[in-house]
């Protein structure tokens, strides 16, 4: 069995136009895609793990959020800006952003772990996200790498306040919505539409099935988190 022939070059381009970089070397996105079970179960000398990749990838992209995060808020100071990035990297988010990319797709896993669910696992995903984002360092240098950081953080970028650290809209909506209503809102993408590089998708807040907004957004996350500040401002009107 051969790293090759379970990552075709056509499989690649598509997973290439979600990422937003095509790669010049397409062996540095294939081991970025190698969880090291998978080594250990076919034993396969010729390939390596995405592991040397995801400390390159974690360390670029704590320096592009760095970065990104002292430019956004001149005025805050260094503990907030510790947090916030802490916020932006976590395992959790940045899980999220790789199953929106659907690399659990992609990733070459030891079929005994697979079995156990760690394909979807945040930390596995995050970790894998990693591995691309030194991928792309290294295949196309630092304009490349903030590229693609800059575009998959956009939203937790936006989500920030200065104020009051992080504005998470779905978390407001969702103790606004439990404390007045005893519901909990559920989201709906109903349209997707763009070229894979640039998607757009809307998506449909309702609680009790009722429709409470709709937001767009270049992900399905941030098209959620836009359907709720919507829905929150239409539920403050109500009170007024």
């Known amino acids: ?5 379970d990552l075709p070059a056509r499989r690649l381009h598509r997973l290439e136009e979600r990422i937003g970089h095509e790669f010049g070397s397409r062996e540095l ?3 970025a895609l190698v969880h090291s079970s998978w080594l250990n179960e076919h034993g396969d000398l010729e390939l390596r793990s995405n592991d040397r990749l995801e400390f390159l990838g974690d360390a670029i992209l704590g320096s592009i959020v760095a970065r990104e995060l002292f430019e956004r808020f001149p005025d805050v100071t260094e ?5 916030a990035r802490s916020l932006i990297v976590r395992n959790q988010n940045l899980g999220a952003l790789a199953a ?4 659990g797709a992609y990733l070459l896993m030891g079929a005994g772990v697979d079995n156990e669910g760690a394909r979807g696992r945040p930390v596995v995903l995050a970790r894998t996200l990693e591995a691309v984002i030194g991928a792309v360092w290294l295949d196309g240098g630092q304009r490349a790498a903030q590229k693609v950081v800059r575009r998959l953080v956009r939203p ?3 989500a920030l306040s200065a104020d009051g650290l992080l504005r998470d809209p779905k978390t407001l909506l969702q103790h606004e919505v439990q404390s007045s209503l005893k519901a909990t809102p559920r989201y709906a993408t109903v349209d997707a539409s763009g070229p894979a590089h640039d998607p757009r998708f809307r998506v449909e807040v309702r609680v009790n ?3 409470l907004a709709e937001g767009c957004g270049s992900s399905k996350r941030a098209a ?7 829905a929150l401002s239409r539920l403050a009107a109500k009170e007024t």
């Open 1 to 5: 069995m051969s790293l090759a022939t």
């Open 29 to 31: 996105l294939r081991e």
């Open 79 to 83: 503990g907030w800006l510790t947090e």
């Open 100 to 103: 929106e990319l659907e690399l």
């Open 156 to 158: 937790s970028l936006d």
């Open 209 to 211: 099935g009722d429709l």
């Open 224 to 230: 959620e988190m836009a359907a709720a500040e919507r």
